[in-house]
């Protein structure tokens, strides 16, 4: 198949998160590398600060720690960054929804209108690929040798995303020029409101009263992590007795 069938133009984008619930966890660190006509043009790589304590599990996962992003950008303006960084391009990612949704909440809590197109690698990598036991990006760079010595952080994961594009244009054959082309992203969210300040107030309370250390920053709670904060508050301890 002749390699100029194939989008040669976009930006590979990779998040680190602490989980996987876009509506409730929250991003960690943005990774991309702008690519125009095949090569690798710009890159961005941006940490940001949760305002909640990292899952032990993503600590161990990603090698992230609490320090790492103490002071950095909040995941609102590292989006806003990244954002700017991407343009007018489409996008690639592997298992590209994941990324896109969690940008795609915090677009839409700002208000910025973020809709792509995208490529898929992992998608493209089912169709080309399905003898494969298994088709994540670290199985199939094993499988393509790609480099994965600084694997689980955003940036280097999107690097080694547009290596294994590259080997999936290779051996593609002709007529399957059509599964490389971007596709419109679906994925729908609602603006999250902030928290009320009659939340904020009987959170403060609920908190001194039962004499418990939050691990999220309370002004950085949505409207929805707040009431679920409260619920679960209550649920453990109790309510307060007047």
């Known amino acids: 198949m002749e390699k100029t069938a194939c989008p040669s133009s976009y930006v590979v984008v990779d998040l680190e998160t602490t989980g996987l619930y876009p509506s409730q966890d929250r991003i960690l660190e943005i990774g991309a590398v702008k690519v125009l006509d095949g090569e690798v043009t710009d890159t961005f790589c941006m940490f940001a600060d949760p305002q909640m304590k990292i899952p032990e599990r993503i600590r161990e996962l990603t090698?992230?720690?609490?320090?790492?992003?103490?002071?950095?950008?909040?995941?609102?303006?590292?989006?806003?960054?990244?954002?700017?960084?991407?343009?007018?391009?489409?996008?690639m990612g592997h298992n590209l929804i994941f990324d896109y949704s969690?940008?795609?909440?915090?677009?839409?809590?700002?208000?910025?209108?973020?809709?792509?197109?995208?490529?898929?690698?992992?998608?493209?990598?089912?169709?080309?690929?399905?003898?494969?036991?298994?088709?994540s990006l670290t199985n199939l760079c094993g499988y393509f040798q790609i480099d994965r010595a600084h694997a689980h952080r955003a940036y280097h994961d999107a690097l080694a995303t547009h290596e294994l594009y590259q080997h999936l244009v290779r051996i593609a054959e002709e007529g399957q020029e059509r599964i490389f082309q971007p596709k419109q992203l679906q994925y729908k969210v609602k603006r999250r409101g902030p928290i009320t300040p009659a939340q904020k107030a009987y959170?403060?309370?609920?908190?001194?009263?039962?004499?418990?250390?939050?691990?999220?920053?309370?002004?950085?709670?949505?409207?929805?992590?707040?009431?679920?904060?409260?619920?679960?508050?209550?649920a453990r301890y109790g309510r307060m007795k007047r």
Not at 108 to 132: C, H, M, S, V, Y
Not at 215 to 230: H, M, Q
């Open 63 to 91: 090698g992230i720690t609490q320090e790492m992003v103490e002071g950095q950008p909040t995941p609102a303006e590292a989006v806003r960054a990244f954002l700017d960084f991407c343009g007018e391009q489409d996008l």
């Open 102 to 135: 969690f940008l795609k909440h915090q677009a839409a809590d700002q208000k910025i209108p973020f809709e792509k197109n995208g490529i898929d690698t992992l998608k493209i990598a089912r169709i080309l690929l399905p003898d494969l036991e298994s088709r």
């Open 203 to 234: 959170l403060n309370d609920l908190v001194k009263y039962h004499k418990i250390e939050l691990d999220v920053s309370i002004d950085s709670l949505t409207k929805n992590e707040a009431s679920r904060k409260i619920d679960t508050i209550i």
